[in-house]
């Protein structure tokens, strides 16, 4: 079965610009979290969506950063007036959602994020 | 507040040994899951191993066992066998009723021949 999808691969933009960045999660997985990985580092939660709940934006390091999930299912991150301290991997992880601690996250490839 | 803490930037191991990843985690959760993710150089995270803050038994998958060790708050991961391809990054991870993953900053693994 097909994983968790993201695009896409790699983006490079300019500082100032805005960028969208796309996950489509697993079939079925009703809970879809974006992290991002600055290099060298592990990862840092941004956001979770859990079906038809208010999403979690707590790691959202600021107002510049928002994502939606339409229809329950695929999610998009935006950066406006990206910065260069934007310049990472920004990873998308999927889960059946049955909100128990022993859930698995599933992740995707990541999209590399490059701001000059 | 949440924490996982890898302590072993690098670590080298000839191949076919075995190998001890550390991890250590602070919560005060009763009920949370450990998780090990291995990263190769292509950069997709992936799931290894698992362990419930209940379970009595330590995880094995394959050649990937979790020591863990609850008294001590820790949950080492050990890979028995040494492959080539087991060099990566291996990052420790938690999960507590806030649902989202907590990271360790990993370790990077390599196995020589």
């Known amino acids: 079965g097909a994983g968790v999808s993201q695009s896409p691969s790699n983006k490079v933009t300019e500082k100032g610009k805005d960028v969208e960045l796309r996950c489509d999660p697993i079939s079925g997985h009703t809970a879809l979290y974006w992290y991002r990985q600055s290099l060298g580092q592990g990862l840092e939660f941004l956001i979770y969506?859990?079906?038809?709940?208010?999403?979690?934006k707590s790691g959202l390091p600021s107002d510049r950063f928002s994502a939606e999930r339409t229809g329950g299912s695929v999610s998009t991150l935006t950066i406006q007036r990206t910065q260069q301290e934007d310049s990472a991997v920004y990873l998308c992880?999927?889960?059946?959602?049955?909100?128990?601690?022993?859930?698995?996250?599933?992740f995707g490839p990541g999209t590399r994020l490059l701001v000059l | 507040a949440q924490k996982i803490t890898q302590t072993q930037p690098g670590m080298f191991v000839q191949e076919k040994e075995a190998v001890t990843l550390d991890c250590t985690y602070d919560?005060?959760?009763?009920?949370?899951?450990l998780f090990w993710y291995k990263q190769p150089s292509s950069g997709e995270m992936i799931f290894l191993i698992y362990?419930?803050?209940?379970?009595?038994q330590n995880a094995t998958e394959g050649r990937y066992s979790l020591n863990f060790q609850k008294a001590r708050k820790s949950a080492n991961l050990v890979i028995s066998a040494s492959q080539l391809g087991d060099s990566a990054m291996y990052f420790c991870a938690m999960r507590d009723n806030t649902d989202k993953l907590i990271f360790g900053t990993g370790t990077r693994l390599q196995v020589f021949p």
């Open positions: 969506f859990q079906g038809n709940s208010a999403p979690d």
């Open positions: 362990q419930g803050s209940y379970d009595e």
């Open positions: 992880a999927s889960s059946l959602g049955r909100r128990r601690y022993s859930e698995t996250q599933y």
């Open positions: 919560t005060s959760d009763q009920s949370y899951g």
